[in-house]
């Protein structure tokens, strides 16, 4: 392929996502200047991030704290946010944002395996969802998200950054427009995060190891790009630290799979391993590396590869958009005008059901 053609591919995948973007809004002069209400729930660090983020995005707002901390934490993101002191709940007083009409959603950024219940939780208190990855711990606890939200005809969408991310949007229009040929394989791994916070060691609150934590990276990425379930599923766990952290979740793990295409995938992860985070993809007439792929913050997404002839190296822009300002504005937009976000809850059910096969597969099945 010629630079010409790959400047067509590039407009026609820029095009493409301008279109969606302005099909997933409607017109409404009632709800134009309004911001969405959200309640974080869990202000740890990830929830310290994505309130900062909030405070950019145009049609969102932070208007509730729950934290079982609410004399420090409360009182402290309060001031930040402007968020009243009868605005801060605790786990116990949680159900009481039913009666909170400044709160129209929440964020649930607590370990994984308390996702489901403050969803539900939050379902029946007539508030929307944004819930941060793994979606839950379990296939089963995710179906009970789905129901209930459904129940209460109210919003779930997950937290997934990298699909409201502009570099990742742009390479996935590529990829599939044709510019690597037919699609081979695809390679991914997240490596280089030690563990920080212990309950990501405690199989009670995490539901597993590195593969829920950052393994769904890749994983998510290659079942987003393929646009398939895999069919078949495989996994490997191991643990080299014999001091007892590793007690219930492992320690690294390497899976692969298979698509009904017949694209293989394969992928890694680790808390243990120095490394990088990358998502690589091979075609039959091209290829692709985004190198660093999954990490946050002051990073600059990078590719290089190639389509034909022509050189496809780039690099996305530092934070311009911020993938959390783009995933809350996505989020609020569809609260705004009743649309389907882009990662619902089903996305969320896909990537545990892949998840609980490649356990299974290695014989450390989850929940
Ligand atoms: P964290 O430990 O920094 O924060 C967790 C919060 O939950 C803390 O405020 C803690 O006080 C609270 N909490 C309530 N009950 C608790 C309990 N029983 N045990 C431990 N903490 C409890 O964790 P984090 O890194 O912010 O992760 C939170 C969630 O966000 C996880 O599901 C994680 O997978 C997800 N996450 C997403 C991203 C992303 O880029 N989208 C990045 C990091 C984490």
Redesign the pocket.
Known sequence: MDRRRFAQLSALALANMHVRASGQSSDSSTSANRRVGIAAV??????E?FMHAVSSAPNAQITGLV???PAT?GVKFGALYNVPGNSIYT?ETFDRLRDNPAIDAVYI????S??CEYTIRAAEAGKHVLC???MAISSAECRRMIDACRRANVKLMI?Y?IHYDATFRKLRELVRAGALGEIQSYQGGFYGMRN??Q?RLDRS?AGGGSL??LGIYPLNAMRWFTSEEPEFCRGLVATRDKSGAFASVEQSIDWMVKFPSGILGSGGSSYAQSGTNFLAINGTTGHLRLEPAFV?GDVILKYTGTAGDADLSGAGPVNDPDQFVSEATHFADCVLHNSQPSTPGEEGLADLLAIEAIYAAAGSPIA
């Open positions: 869990g202000l740890g660090s990830i929830a991030v934290t079982g901390h934490k786990y950024a607590l370990p994984n308390m996702h941060e990855k793994p937290g950054r920080k916070q309950w609150l829920l934590d946050y």
